[in-house]
């Protein structure tokens, strides 16, 4: 990118200056517990490969940083989300298979990671022709379900 700005072509900006100057944007739009540093490397570094030479360009900046931030939050809590839910998923996935009451139990070993629990469950979705995928989904269905249920 260039500029005609005689400060920039003449003084060459370090990237904790650079940093600096785009925390005039306020404070990183960050959760409770989400890693400060991390953010600020993020922006740092995508800094130093674009080089910001005017206002313009450092908003563009603070901008991509923060989607991309976004964007790696959603994937992780996503992520975390089906974890979370899985064994309620993977219930009713067993119930047709075994029953609500084994269903229920085998699940709840499961969650616990108890290795026998898992090794029945990998069994039971084999013989269905299902895979984890399929917990998995039913999970997001679930979530999805819950979600819009309490829009209405």
Do not use: C
């Amino acid at each position: 990118m260039n500029s005609t700005d005689p400060e920039s072509s003449t003084t060459p900006t370090s990237l904790p200056e650079r940093a600096g100057r785009l925390a005039l944007f306020g404070p990183p739009p960050l959760l409770e517990g989400e890693d400060t540093a991390a953010y600020d490397e993020l922006l740092v570094r995508i800094s130093g490969a674009v080089k910001p030479t005017d206002i313009f360009e450092e908003i563009w900046i603070r901008d991509i940083v923060d989607l991309v931030w976004e964007a790696f939050r959603l994937r992780r809590l996503k992520a975390n989300l089906m974890t979370a839910v899985a064994h309620v998923a993977l219930e009713n996935i067993l119930e047709p298979l075994i029953g609500w009451t084994d269903a229920h139990d085998l699940a709840k070993a499961w969650a616990a990671r108890e290795r026998s629990a898992i090794e029945q469950v990998d069994k039971l979705l084999v013989s269905a022709g299902l895979t984890m995928d399929a917990v998995m989904a039913q999970a997001l269905s679930l979530k999805l379900a819950t979600s819009s249920a309490s829009i209405e």
